[in-house]
């Protein structure tokens, strides 16, 4: 492998909160102690639900935690065309097709049951773009850095949507072109996203683009055992250093890190250069689920 590449890569639907401050945290400490490249990249390919002013605050909540990020910020609004290539060449290798089907239609199942793949059903109706998920690379494993093996079939988690009726672009393909564009070597980012990677190595062996590390970090569930997230409210990151100070205290804490107990109201400058020292992500290892 050449040298760290990581990354950040927020949906600015709102601020970030404790979730998100763990995962920038993580990936901030994996990439400095290998004194690799830190890149932010702004996953804002759902313009009506990620207002500008959204990533101004994500820029001032990293800065108060002293995340600074290496290079240009990367916006995914500007994306649209690379996204078109990648998907003109999925649906030339016959690895994605054009589906009118509603989800009401095949509420009835789990996954999309395929109906379109060799034939638009209503040819006059708006289409989504959905991948192939059982023509691609079967099963998908990888060493994940926390899980360890995993093993999924892509093609019982379903036919992904790659692009939306409504024209927008799917996280999916976004984030596979976009990490490839960005040269990202190393991806350290929420369990949540698990299940996606299958449909994401698929995407990138279809194209033919490098495949990272990955390393999927314990999800930070609220009181109520859900995890934390804008739609069950949980409360926006503060904007200045000193309330900054017990929350990265903490976040290095749910990362198993063990911080000393006087940094808890230390500058953030010096909270990060003990975490970097002392990154020890074996802390965070456990069992792989599968689905293959
Ligand atoms: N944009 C995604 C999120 O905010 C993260 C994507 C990723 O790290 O691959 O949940």
Redesign the pocket.
């Known amino acids: 492998m050449g040298a760290y590449r990581g990354r950040f890569?927020?949906?600015p639907s709102g601020p970030l909160h404790f979730g998100?401050l763990v995962?920038a945290l993580a990936s901030f400490l994996d990439a400095r102690q290998a004194g690799g490249h830190w890149a932010l990249r702004i996953?804002d390919i759902d313009p009506p639900r990620c207002p500008p002013e959204n990533t101004d605050i994500i820029k001032q909540q990293l800065t108060a935690f002293g995340l600074g990020w290496d290079g240009p910020v990367l916006y995914q609004h500007h994306r649209y065309a690379a996204y078109q290539q990648a998907l003109d060449h999925l649906v030339n290798t016959n690895l994605a097709y054009p589906c009118s089907c509603s989800r009401r239609q095949w509420k009835a199942y789990d996954i999309y049951p395929g109906w379109c793949r060799h034939a638009i059903c209503e040819p006059d109706k708006p289409v989504a773009w959905r991948l192939r998920s059982d023509r691609g690379l079967r099963p998908v494993t990888w060493e994940d850095r926390r899980f360890g093996t995993c093993r999924f079939d892509p093609a019982k988690l379903g036919d992904t949507v790659l692009k939306r009726k409504d024209g927008l672009w799917a996280?999916q393909l976004a984030?596979v072109i976009d990490d490839a564009d960005q040269g990202i070597n190393q991806?350290v980012?929420?369990a949540?996203?698990l299940d996606n990677t299958p449909w994401q190595r698929q995407l990138q062996h279809a194209l033919g683009l490098p495949m990272p590390y990955y390393l999927h970090l314990p999800l930070i569930l609220g009181e109520d055992g859900q995890k934390l997230s804008k739609q069950n409210l949980a409360p926006a990151l503060p904007l200045n250093e000193h309330q900054a100070r017990p929350l990265l205290f903490q976040a290095l804490a749910a990362l198993k890190q063990y911080p000393p107990d006087e940094l808890i109201h230390a500058p953030v400058d010096e909270q990060l250069a003990w975490g970097i020292a002392h990154w020890s992500p074996e802390r965070l290892r456990c069992n792989a689920p599968t689905s293959a």
């Open positions: 890569a927020p949906t998100s995962a996953e996280y984030v991806i980012r929420g949540d996203l």
